[in-house]
């Protein structure tokens, strides 16, 4: 067996972490500590500090123009993901909820980003199926139901374009998906874990980053 050579994350460490990140400009800071106080019961889906700056970074790093996320909730991914988009950049949001994507919206106008966030309130396979068949999506942020993930993967691959990023979010499913008895959003994480590594589409690498994220690059 392998031995891990990450430094056990301690709340001391972590501080240390988040200090040494670009920090959290005032409006995400902000939507994040809303979320927590309105939806303290599913605040656990917001996306870490660590997470946000990675995904701004990548964007970027990237020079990606369309964005694709599809599991939005209070929108605090997407702010991050939106405010480095470059000039006529656009970010294509999918979620269900008009509760969670509200607060979402407020962000994003005091931001000064709403024009550039396309919000599409509907199930994600059927605002991902009406898009363009052919490649033009440059980066994907899925963070979304576990249980859709492949089914989201297989419409999101042949839109992206070559070189294109797609980052999976929750790939270690709070350490479940080593469980031989996992089962639900954790048995649907391993599979896709596995549909992940098997598609000879992409180059993918897993990262011990918050709950785990895959970065999949299109061949």
């Not at 993901?81 to 909820?97: K, N, Y």
């Not at 469980?179 to 990262?207: K, Q, Y």
Request: glycine residues 6%.
């Amino acid at each position: 067996m392998a031995e891990p050579k990450s430094a056990p994350l301690t709340p001391e460490l972590y501080d240390y972490v988040l200090a040494h990140n670009p920090p959290l400009d005032p409006v995400l800071q902000d939507l994040a500590d809303l979320t927590r106080e309105r939806f303290p019961e599913a605040a656990g889906m917001l996306s870490a500090p660590e997470q946000a700056s990675l995904l701004a970074f990548l964007v970027r790093l990237t020079g990606a123009r369309h964005v694709v996320e599809v599991g939005t909730f209070t929108g605090f991914a997407t702010l991050a993901m939106a405010r480095a988009l470059p000039e006529g950049g656009t970010l294509t949001a999918c979620d269900v909820s008009e509760e969670w994507t509200a607060h979402g919206r407020d962000a994003w106008a005091k931001a000064g980003v709403a024009d550039r966030i396309r919000l599409r309130i509907a199930p994600a396979l059927e605002t991902l199926r009406a898009m363009p068949a052919e490649p033009h999506i440059d980066l994907v942020y899925l963070d979304a139901d576990k249980s859709g993930y492949i089914a989201y993967w297989e419409e999101l691959v042949p839109r992206l374009r070559p070189g294109g990023l797609l980052v999976a979010d929750n790939v270690l499913f709070h350490g479940a998906v080593v469980d031989p008895a996992a089962t639900g959003s954790a048995l649907a994480i391993r599979e896709f874990n596995d549909h992940v590594l098997a598609d000879t589409r992409m180059e993918a690498v897993l990262l011990t980053v918050a709950d785990g994220v895959t970065l999949a690059r299109k061949r």
